[in-house]
């Protein structure tokens, strides 16, 4: 069996048909489907399992909530696939997303494919570099190591889970086995670019990622900042020898990830004065106090980022809150 796709499912009656629609209706049929039921409270699990009495390639797991970086570990571990193909339960894919894959795959033998994307039904995003090409170990360093993580203006290689396909070995190793809400698709991507021997760069787009009102982007609560120290502690482990290498990048995304949970801190009903206290105290964790010793940025926000970091302007942070 060539893919395992892997869906994890939550509270999403009103999207999760159309996601299972358009992958049993795929044109390659060499495929098993794995749901991750983590812990719905809606009718997700009831249309889940109409679907799996239609069809024997899917297959129902159920844990309780537990996020949905480890529901996909939990689907992965399971899996039967020679690769892992992440589709989440808001989206939906083209009728022939799975044969482009394969196609590259048994034309190319290559570790990782990633492809570019569509937002909702029309806006396309393309990936820097994406231009239908193989890097070999020498392409990945050359090409994408200078921003995997986080360059000095803070671009960054695209680290979602999805429109992509791993050797199921090297996903597996990279998962997260720790809660991470924000920034969990990097934690487990970049250690698999930089282990990886061959990735191949798509220009096509066959995955259209769905912005919803009930995405985390458009959810304003305040974030938790044990996400950016657990990002901080998943690629120490997972980059081991490699990390020192990647450390003033690693130093940029921590920096970025504290100063986005930082203008969260300000959503709700909280004060000004129990948010700045809350930062405060957030922002002298010795990892996000280190990280922030040797920040540096170029542009408009990485620059914004490194004064308000550095000299504690949580006034700053307070004001672009209300701008985003």
């Not at 399971?78 to 482009?100: F, H, P, Q, R, T």
Request: hydrophobic share 35%.
């Amino acid at each position: 069996m060539l893919f395992s796709v892997v869906v994890p499912v939550y509270n999403v009656e009103n999207y999760v048909s159309k996601c299972l629609e358009t992958l049993i209706n795929q044109t390659f049929k060499d495929f098993e489907l794995i749901i991750v039921n983590d812990g719905a409270t809606d009718c997700s699990l009831s249309i889940c399992k109409e679907y799996a009495k239609k069809d024997k390639r899917i297959r129902i797991i159920t844990q309780e909530n537990k996020g949905l970086a480890i529901a996909r570990r939990t689907g992965a571990l399971k899996a039967k696939g020679d690769y892992i193909v992440n589709v989440d339960s808001d989206d939906w894919v083209d009728e022939n997303y799975l044969e482009e894959m394969a196609n590259i795959i048994n034309n190319c033998h290559v570790d990782v494919v990633c492809m570019n994307h569509y937002e909702n039904d029309d806006k396309l995003i393309q990936n820097a570099n994406f231009n239908d090409i193989i890097l070999d170990k020498e392409g990945i360093k050359k090409v994408i190591y200078p921003y995997l993580i986080r360059n000095v203006r803070y671009e960054y290689f695209r680290p979602t889970a999805w429109a992509k396909a791993f050797k199921r070995e090297l996903f597996t190793n990279n998962t997260c086995t720790t809660r991470i809400q924000v920034g969990e698709d990097g934690a487990v991507i970049c250690p698999i670019i930089v282990q990886s021997n061959n990735i191949y760069l798509s220009s096509k787009a066959y995955y259209h990622y769905r912005i919803s009102d009930g995405s985390m982007i458009q959810n304003k609560k305040p974030r938790n900042y044990s996400d950016v120290i657990n990002v901080y502690n998943h690629l120490k482990d997972k980059l081991g020898d490699d990390f020192e290498k990647f450390k003033l990048q690693v130093d940029r995304l921590i920096c970025h990830l504290a100063f986005n949970c930082s203008i969260t801190q300000f959503y709700g009903d909280r004060s000004y004065k129990e948010a700045k206290k809350i930062i405060l105290e957030n922002l002298n964790n010795p990892i996000i106090s280190e990280a922030i010793k040797h920040i540096d940025s170029k542009g408009f926000k990485g620059n914004l980022l490194r004064y308000s970091l550095k000299h504690h302007r949580i006034y700053l942070m307070k004001l672009y809150s209300y701008i985003m």
